[in-house]
């Protein structure tokens, strides 16, 4: 039997420090298991050091490759981890910024989790969206011409590609199911 997402491409986009442990590790995991081939880019080779609850030290994530090596084309998808740290890190990366970017103008599915949402706003790609993130940072969304909601995970393709994001680790489970569900 061929899995849901067999020959599925999918860009994680992550910093090699900060990235909260299950919003990197579950997504890899779950959207594996569907078939899918997941390509970890990070600023540079080696290691994605990940954390819990902003705090205490994770487990080692491999880096396939590093953001300067990938071309969005090649990719089905983009999912963005969460992680205070993570999350700022990436939002200042004009690298990452068009690699977003160029999946999104492609009609491409980009999903982000947590902080993560903060990429999506300095990619411009919040205005006008339906959306949820962590609540520490609604009032960012809010103010970038977002409209917020408290929901375990929101999705809006009203603007040629749909928009997958979440709020925290507790929402993996919907997220997840959302991103194999859009690609299926």
């Known amino acids: 039997m061929t899995s849901s997402l067999e020959g599925r491409t999918i860009l994680l986009l992550s910093s090699n420090f900060g990235t909260e442990r299950d919003e990197i590790r579950r997504p890899i995991d779950a959207l594996r298991e569907a078939g899918a081939t997941v390509t970890v880019a990070a600023t540079e080779g080696g290691t994605v050091r ?23 084309g090649d990719y089905d998808a983009v999912v963005l981890p969460g992680g205070t740290l993570n999350a700022d890190a990436l939002r200042t990366d004009a690298t990452v910024l068009s690699l977003v970017r160029d999946i999104a103008g492609a009609g491409k599915p980009v999903a982000a989790i947590c902080h993560a949402p903060w990429i999506l706003l300095e990619a411009g790609l919040v205005d006008g969206r339906d959306l949820t993130s962590v609540p520490t940072i609604r009032t960012d969304m809010v103010n970038g011409g977002g409209s917020w909601t408290d ?20 929402d993996l489970d919907a997220f997840n199911a959302a991103i194999i569900d859009a690609l299926s």
């Open 50 to 72: 990940t954390l819990v609850v902003d705090h205490d030290p994770g487990p080692e994530v491999p880096v396939d490759t590093t953001y300067d090596a990938v071309q969005a």
């Open 151 to 170: 929901q375990e995970v929101v999705r809006d393709d009203s603007h040629g590609h749909l928009l997958i994001t979440s709020r925290t680790p507790d």
